[in-house]
């Protein structure tokens, strides 16, 4: 298995057991990302796990998909509005089985897949290790909103890579997909990791540097 996907599958796991300490009225609160409450956020997770299953499968599964969400928000819904019409009608213990069993298939089949197996997204197509990154990126940040509610403090772990891969390899599409003209090669990233590691990206120099 890639280590993305045994990263994703750690970051699912710490998330559960956050949500394992939800009382039943916790779940039905709003939390500070665009009020979604707990539900919210595992059903959305889990719709686009159900999504990213598609895209496994291939092109033609994923337009479906994709042609779904298109018609969707044309008709004015909202993305947390499509996950309550699609999952609405399943509890707090059905939608948890539910997102645990999908998250656990769509990793091992991501482990399964060719690493340079091209999937099919909304926007430029991923290799299978970006692919990953990006379920892992979506569990960790949606996540945070979880640990905001319960004012718990988050114990970083070395995980958090992940998301530092994801800044450094969209760089210069940021500012593509907004139809910018990228400003000059990307800044000298030194960060030091959880764990003490240092993590360096980029070409170094004195002016463009990012360090944390």
Not at 126 to 136: E, I, L, N, Q
Not at 167 to 181: C, D, M, Q, S, V
């Amino acid at each position: 298995m890639l280590q993305e996907g045994i990263d994703l599958l750690a970051e699912a796991k710490d998330l559960d057991a956050i949500l394992d300490t939800l009382s039943e009225e916790d779940w039905n609160r709003e939390t500070t990302f665009m009020e979604w409450t707990p539900w919210d956020v595992v059903a959305h997770l889990h719709f686009f796990d159900e999504v990213s299953m598609a895209s496994l499968v291939g092109p033609d599964a994923f337009a479906v998909s994709q042609k779904k969400l298109i018609e969707g928000m044309s008709a004015g819904l909202t993305g947390q509005e499509m996950a309550r019409k699609a999952l609405g009608h399943h509890d707090v213990e059905a939608l948890l089985a539910l997102w645990k069993k999908t998250n656990d298939e769509m990793v091992a089949q991501l482990g399964a897949s060719d690493p340079k197996r091209r999937l099919p997204w909304f926007g430029p197509d991923m290799g299978v290790p970006m692919f990953t990154t990006a379920r892992f990126m979506e569990t960790w940040a949606h996540g945070q909103a979880i640990y905001d509610l319960l004012n718990v403090e988050r114990t970083p772990t070395d995980r958090i890579k992940n998301i530092v891969a994801i800044g450094i390899r969209t760089f210069g599409w940021t500012f593509a997909n907004r139809k910018l003209e990228v400003p000059g090669p990307p800044p000298y990233v030194r960060l030091t990791a959880p764990s003490g590691e240092i993590w360096e990206y980029n070409d170094e120099n004195d002016t463009e540097r990012i360090e944390g």
